[in-house]
């Protein structure tokens, strides 16, 4: 299918959608409700103020909330005359405000000590956003420095090119989408980026097979906990040069460099000593540093030791990962030992146990079994239609579809693969998967392309169960954040196809059952910890779309999220606070269910007690600003919960009233608001590693 393209109004709160959050956060949340709201009332931070569209003061209670505003009378009122339209713009100086936050932190799996991942406050967000949209220029100047970088911002985006999801193609549904949809679906960046959309697109590039012709050798180069050990100074040092920075500190502040270390302090509760990890925003932040190592890498080398770029040796560096071709032993040694100089320079450091070595011929591992892996999924998995050979040859043959799979010889010799070519399960989930998705989306194009009789039928089941056996052994293996948003891309489009094509109730529930036993399989041995979360959460979410025949029993679901019954009193108690995410999740699963009332009144409570133990620090803290603000207008709690959460923010009845009127929908999207498919489709777009 040809890709259309739309586009894209370049408005100034337009990151806050893009940039913003990290990849990982659930399917059910997202800045969607937050950027409209900024949209709506063109809030914005310009020329030393926080800026909003109104014309009475309705606003103020929720604007004073968000950007920690403690005197109200501290907001001015201008008024604006647009295209023969008179307008009052109101106004606070940012000094007014603290901007100084708590980031929410959450956990994902990642090697064996996890991965921090953050969501930074929403006052924050706006802050990123008004400084891309005023230093855009200078952020693309500032990262196009470098010769070595495959990664990097190169313009802003205009357009947004994309395809339709499948099952809406086939219910011819595509038309009027609206184009505030269009931009938070399909935008993944609020940059274009050269060149590589992953690294393994490098691997199979020209580039890299030209640089294979001309040099004998590879070293590969990690930079050890990059994000976590980044200087925010370094940055305004790599603009300005260090000495300039330390001699002309109060200069320094107010130039780009000195702006955006600020920034990186302010959102991350003025930590200079390692920045937030997930955003877009901290790739570009690290990736201007590494910019500056590049640059004197470069000229020392030529300078000091003689050795030219695209001559003695060719770098090409992907975010904190370099590669390193070269032909003498003593160019590598040397490469490395100037590059570990300047990385100290700016507080960084080379990953000397992850240094890899490659001879001709200069393929990795995971090249290698990639390549089987794709060769394997292409013979096992073919979907296909097949004509049926009639005796009188005036009359038309039957289409049927025809498509065998053996899950449990596609599971052997896939296994197989992994063991001989000596790579991880983690290394090869994401394109295995991915390839597994494609193949699904296939068998469905040809299901719709045969007679659909009801052998077609029971074909399109038989395989589809197989596939999903395939999918979901492999993906046991490294339950991931992103390996389980593909598993849920999978799930989803095969529950809407046969909805949409009204196959037999007892076909449907056949896939039904499957994914409800696996998916509750892997609920099961995964019990909620600070780990796997968020990929739990994902599949619990998927496992809501199929109906109240498969709804959890209350146990698992207390199992789960570490809930236990105390055997006297048959009270609820946990140790330790679920994180927002968990909060809205099982509010989102369990809903008004009368089967789960106790739990629900359980979670109200468990809500109350969170928040009164954040409430030194609730209107700067990230993860409590955005509790309120979904919880507020949560259709599934009552009043009186709502009002004693207003209160740990100091907020009256009253006023509690005039913000739920500000929005109705926040991070969080409740009930109606919230489609599964297509918050999934819109991850497609954002995945970057």
């Keep these: 299918m040809s890709k259309r393209r739309a586009t ?145 911002p190169v313009s802003v985006s205009r357009h947004a090119y994309f395809n339709d999801r499948l099952h809406q193609e086939k219910l011819d549904s595509v038309a009027g989408v609206e184009e505030e949809d269009k931009e938070y679906e399909q935008l993944g960046s609020y940059f274009v980026y050269k060149k590589y959309r992953n690294i393994h697109q490098f691997f199979e590039s020209y580039k890299y097979h030209r640089c294979e012709k001309k040099y004998d050798a590879m070293v590969q180069i990690d930079v050890n906990k990059c994000f976590d050990s980044i200087y925010t100074h370094s940055l305004p040092w790599a603009v300005l040069g260090k000495s300039q920075t330390k001699f002309s500190l109060s200069e320094s502040k107010h130039t780009f460099g000195g702006l955006f270390d600020t920034l990186m302090q302010n959102l991350n509760h003025n930590e200079t000593n390692g920045i937030v990890i997930g955003p877009e925003f901290s790739r570009i932040f690290s990736e201007i540093i590494l910019q500056a190592v590049d640059v004197e890498l470069s000229k020392r080398l030529s300078e000091d030791s003689n050795l030219t770029h695209k001559v003695d040796y060719e770098i090409f560096r992907y975010v904190d990962d370099y590669f390193v071709f070269y032909n003498e032993e003593s160019t590598q040694l040397k490469i490395i030992e100037t590059l570990q100089a300047f990385l100290k320079v700016n507080k960084l450091s080379i990953n000397t146990s992850k240094i890899k070595h490659y001879q001709k011929p200069i393929i990795t591992e995971i090249t290698i079994a990639k390549n089987r892996i794709s060769t394997l999924l292409n013979n096992e998995i073919n979907p296909a239609t ?90 046991s293996a490294n339950p991931r954040v992103n390996h389980t948003i593909r598993l849920c891309r999978m799930i989803t489009a095969s529950i809407d196809f046969l909805c949409v094509n009204s196959l037999p109730y007892e076909l449907k529930h056949l896939l039904f059952k499957y994914v409800h036993d696996n998916v509750l399989q892997q609920l099961e041995k995964n019990a909620m910890n600070a780990h796997c979360e968020v990929e739990s959460l994902y599949l619990l979410i998927s496992l809501s779309q199929i109906g109240r025949e498969y709804w959890l029993p209350e146990s698992v679901l207390l199992r789960h999220f570490l809930i236990t019954e105390e055997e006297a009193t048959h009270k609820y108690q946990r140790v330790g606070f679920m994180s927002h995410f968990s909060i809205t999740v099982l509010l989102s699963y369990i809903k008004d269910k009368v089967r789960y009332a106790k739990l629900k009144a359980f979670t109200e409570e468990h809500i109350i007690r969170k928040l ?73 777009s954002r995945e970057v590693y």
Excluded at 452 to 460: F, G, N, P, S, V
Excluded at 657 to 679: P, V
């Design 8 to 152: 894209l109004t370049h408005r100034k709160q337009r990151s806050v959608l893009t940039d913003m959050l990290p990849f990982e956060v659930p399917p059910t949340f997202s800045n969607r409700g937050f950027y409209r709201f900024l949209r709506d009332h063109d809030i914005e931070i310009d020329d030393g103020c926080i800026r909003w569209v109104s014309d009475t003061n309705d606003l103020d209670a929720t604007m004073q909330l968000l950007f920690g505003i403690e005197d109200k009378g501290s907001i001015e009122t201008e008024i604006l005359s647009e295209w023969g339209r008179t307008k009052t713009r109101r106004y606070v100086r940012l000094k007014k405000c603290n901007m100084t936050t708590i980031p929410f932190n959450f956990q994902i799996s990642h090697n064996l000590d996890g991965r921090t991942l953050s969501v930074v406050h929403p006052r924050n967000q706006v802050a990123v956003a008004s400084f891309y949209a005023a230093q855009s220029a200078l952020i693309v100047y500032y990262t196009s420095l470098s010769d070595f970088s495959i990664r990097r």
């Design 612 to 684: 009164e133990y954040m409430r030194a620090h609730c209107h700067n803290d990230a993860e409590a600003m955005i509790l309120l603000l979904d919880l507020i207008v949560c259709p599934y709690i009552s009043t009186a919960t709502k009002d004693a959460i207003g209160q740990f923010f100091g907020l009256d009845a009253t006023t509690l009233t005039a913000i739920q009127k500000t929005n109705d929908h926040w991070f969080t999207a409740w009930g109606g608001k919230f489609d599964l498919g297509k918050e999934l489709d819109a991850k497609r």
């Design 386 to 475: 097949e004509e049926v050979v009639v005796e009188d040859p005036e009359e038309a043959g039957a289409i049927k579809l025809a498509c065998p799979v053996n899950s449990n010889r596609l599971i052997i010799r896939f296994k197989t693969v992994i063991k001989e070519t000596s790579v991880t399960y983690g290394e090869l989930l994401n394109y295995t998967l991915a390839i597994t998705e494609n193949k699904i989306e296939k068998l469905f194009q040809s299901y719709l392309a045969c007679d659909k009789t009801i052998h077609d039928q029971k074909q399109l089941l038989k395989t589809l169960l197989a596939v999903m056996e395939f999918a979901f052994f492999v993906y």
